[in-house]
């Protein structure tokens, strides 16, 4: 059978707390369950209590020795350049070279007038990012567009020196797969049904092509309540449609609820379309349970 990852969002504040459990044991609990990755948000202003994503992340490094630390989603474009690629070099260097760059451009108005950042220049900041952060980290001199006072600008040069880790572009919008094509290494769409993933692959393909680039692999993002019924799936939907501004009827079918068996026929067809990894949410139940339960569907997944 094809090989098919799973990955788990580490859990926030209150479930932490819900649960009694820290970052660090949340991210050793993924691991010895036999998931394939821990994951970590990146959001500066959201209204409630949330972890600085490459802080927590370098958490779940060092309590962990086998799977990925990945974020989901890095958005670069709202940090200076040079401190972006200083975090996600550290982030390289001290997982062991175990980090997926997953990056993104959104986060809403609020968060990007926090960081003091025009909300309309994100996706051309988010283009520079990715064109510059391979020589940033490689430790080349590389002069910044940002520079305050543009006749004074002068090379930097960071250290120490790492690999690019592999970039995961986010969202499911034309422009994010035309930005996958051309300068990531895998497209990352979140919350869309199979059908729509196997289209997407279908463009993506086409595009990276055109630039002589070998199609990216795919990972989809999506929520979960393994064992949860209708009661579950409808909670968790009404959370999308609420929280994305999406209409209720679209979002209906996206929950992964249902014993473990049927859980891993969903992501199946997720597998079909041409998805290779899964990033899963937990929206029900006790974290380290469901976690248990992820790691369940994905041994069927495998057989």
Do not use: C
Not at 77 to 95: D, G, H, M, N
Not at 106 to 125: D, L, N
Not at 205 to 214: D, N, V
């Amino acid at each position: 059978m094809e090989s098919f990852e799973i990955g788990v969002i580490l859990p926030g504040i209150a479930v932490q707390h819900r649960d009694g459990l820290t970052l660090a044991e949340a991210a050793r609990h993924a691991e010895r369950a036999g998931l394939d990755g821990v994951w970590h948000g990146d959001h500066l202003a959201v209204g409630g209590p949330v972890l600085d994503a490459p802080i927590a992340l370098a958490t779940a490094a060092a309590a962990t020795t086998r799977v990925r630390i990945g974020t989901s989603v890095f958005i670069p474009a709202i940090r200076p350049l040079a401190w972006a690629a200083k975090q996600v070099a550290t982030l390289r260097y001290v997982s062991g070279e175990r980090l997926v760059l997953g990056v993104g451009s959104g986060g809403g108005p609020a968060q990007w007038a926090a960081a003091g950042v025009p909300y309309g220049e994100r996706g051309r900041r988010t283009d520079i990012a990715l064109e510059l952060l391979p020589r940033l980290l490689a430790g080349e001199p590389v002069i910044l567009p940002e520079a305050v006072d543009p006749d004074a600008r002068q090379p930097v040069r960071l250290a120490p020196a790492v690999e690019m880790p592999p970039v995961w572009v986010g969202n499911a919008s034309d422009a994010a797969i035309r930005r996958a094509a051309r300068l990531g290494d895998g497209w990352f769409p979140s919350l869309i049904p199979p059908q729509e993933v196997a289209r997407g692959r279908v463009r993506l393909a086409e595009l990276a092509a055109g630039h002589g680039r070998p199609a990216p692999v795919i990972a989809v993002g999506g929520a979960a309540h393994v064992g949860g019924g209708p009661a579950a799936q409808a909670e968790i939907a009404a959370g999308i449609s609420g929280g994305y501004g999406r209409p209720l009827e679209e979002v209906a079918g996206i929950p992964l609820t249902g014993e473990p068996k049927q859980v891993a026929e969903r992501l199946a067809e997720y597998r079909a379309a041409g998805a290779g990894h899964a990033v899963i949410g937990v929206s029900g139940g006790d974290w380290r349970a469901q976690v248990d339960l992820l790691a369940e569907v994905r041994d069927l997944l495998r057989r």
